[in-house]
């Protein structure tokens, strides 16, 4: 079997879990380099794949400052160091699985597209959820016509009130100034799956949503900085750092904190004392929302009315209106439901495979490994199925989402066609 040589540039959790993916279930697929500035993060690659030491990098532009010596890159650096490694890349012929968002700005989102294109590239964004066996099932009943014409959607993401806490209030997208915008960072999967979904671009935006809890306003009387302090309100708060990470509450969050595979109880300490993560959620520097509303209009006339909130347990929920009948899906369930107008019959509809738990530890609902399959597939040329998209139609979609913080901000309807323009 000929192999498929790949290098991974950021070795966080995000690269770490594609590349233990692709050991797993892509058996055409070798890890020949990584490059992380952790040494920690960098030798656990080093020591699983057998890389020689002059294999790891420091830096992705000393991974990248020789010729291409490997088919592929895996780019799972910060959102912020997306785009200076993936024009690099590119511009040296490598094959890209590039972690979302694209790029942090909507400019550097399409200078990825037009180089991927003039180079003749491949670049494969980790919208993960067209990869999951609930949103693979809700595009072939579509493609099917069981609900007829879709002209309206309702999708709502439930973020779930302590993955807030983690990563957009303590975490590293906390601020836009220094990460994206939440509507990008969290949610650019879900408008990417609408448009999927629809297979229709969208003609108009407008949005609005705040940060109206999580900030010093609420702050319970006499809560110091820092958790660990002795808050008096620590015992009846959720989003203690003591129960989250402390007492491992919550295990993935807690090696995302310490940036460690298996955490001590003494790192886990350090951490809480030291870093943002063990700060009060209500004296944070965090700036994004922590709900949004985004209405969209698209070209055949379909509207969606996206929902993005903090205040919930967590999952996805989708109410799909069609001219023909209507289908009702939970993401945490192993079925969805189709109403048929002509019958007026309810039927539970079984997801295959289905992977209920669609948060890390659940590989975002089977997404993640479905997107290495189908990337190994598509490196050797044996790729069938319809879940990988171009470069271009996922920046369009990636405008998308910086055109609804545009109208958020502005309070205006934002028109695609002409916000394009604009940018181009």
């Known amino acids: 079997m000929k192999k498929v040589k790949v290098i ?91 972690e979302k968002p694209v790029a942090p700005t909507p400019e550097e989102c399409l200078q990825i597209a037009r180089a991927a294109e003039a180079k003749g590239v491949r670049v494969v964004v980790c919208h993960v959820l067209r990869f999951t066996p609930f949103f693979r099932l809700l595009k072939q009943l579509i493609e099917e016509d069981r609900v007829g014409r879709v002209l309206n959607i309702v999708h709502v993401e439930c973020v779930g009130n302590v993955h807030q806490s983690h990563s957009y209030v303590r975490g590293n997208w906390r601020n836009s100034e220094t990460s994206t915008p939440m509507i990008l960072a969290k949610s650019c999967h879900d408008l990417d799956i609408l448009q999927w979904l629809l297979d229709e671009p969208c003609t108009r935006v407008q949005s609005f949503g705040s940060l109206s809890y999580f900030c010093k306003e609420n702050k319970p009387e006499g809560a110091p900085e820092y958790c660990v302090d002795g808050c008096p309100a620590e015992r009846d708060c959720p989003y203690s750092a003591l129960k989250i990470y402390r007492d491992r509450g919550f295990p993935p969050f807690c090696r995302t904190a310490t940036k460690k595979h298996d955490p001590t109880d003494e790192d886990l300490l350090k951490t809480i004392r030291e870093s943002n993560y063990g700060r009060c959620v209500f004296q944070s520097d965090n700036n994004v929302v922590d709900h949004q509303v985004v209405n969209l209009e698209y070209r055949g006339g379909a509207t969606v009315s996206f929902n993005m909130s903090a205040f919930n347990r967590g999952g996805r929920k989708l109410r799909i209106m069609g001219t023909k009948g209507e289908i009702t899906a939970e993401m945490n369930h192993d079925y969805v439901t189709l109403f048929d107008f002509a019958t007026r019959e309810e039927t539970k509809i079984v997801i295959a495979d289905a992977v209920k738990d669609e948060s890390i530890r659940g590989g975002h609902g089977g997404g993640d490994r479905g997107i290495i399959r189908s990337f190994c597939k598509l490196l050797t040329n044996s790729y069938e199925g319809n879940s990988i998209t171009d470069i271009s139609t996922s920046v369009l979609n990636h405008l998308t989402a910086f055109a609804a913080e545009e109208a958020r901000l502005s309070g205006e309807t934002v028109c695609m066609e002409s916000y394009v323009k604009n940018l181009i």
Request: charge should be negative; glycine fraction near 6%; proline fraction near 7%.
């Open 8 to 98: 991974l540039i950021g070795a966080g959790d995000r690269g770490t879990t594609y590349a233990n993916l692709g050991a797993e279930n892509c058996p055409e697929l070798e890890l020949v380099g990584v490059a992380d500035p952790d040494p920690v993060r960098r030798n656990y690659i080093r020591d699983k794949f057998n890389l020689p030491e002059e294999r790891c990098f420091t830096t992705w532009e000393d991974i990248l400052a020789m010729p291409k010596w490997a088919d592929a890159a895996i780019i799972a650096t910060q959102d912020q160091l997306h785009f200076a490694p993936a024009m690099r890349a590119i511009e040296l012929g490598y094959e890209l699985l590039l």
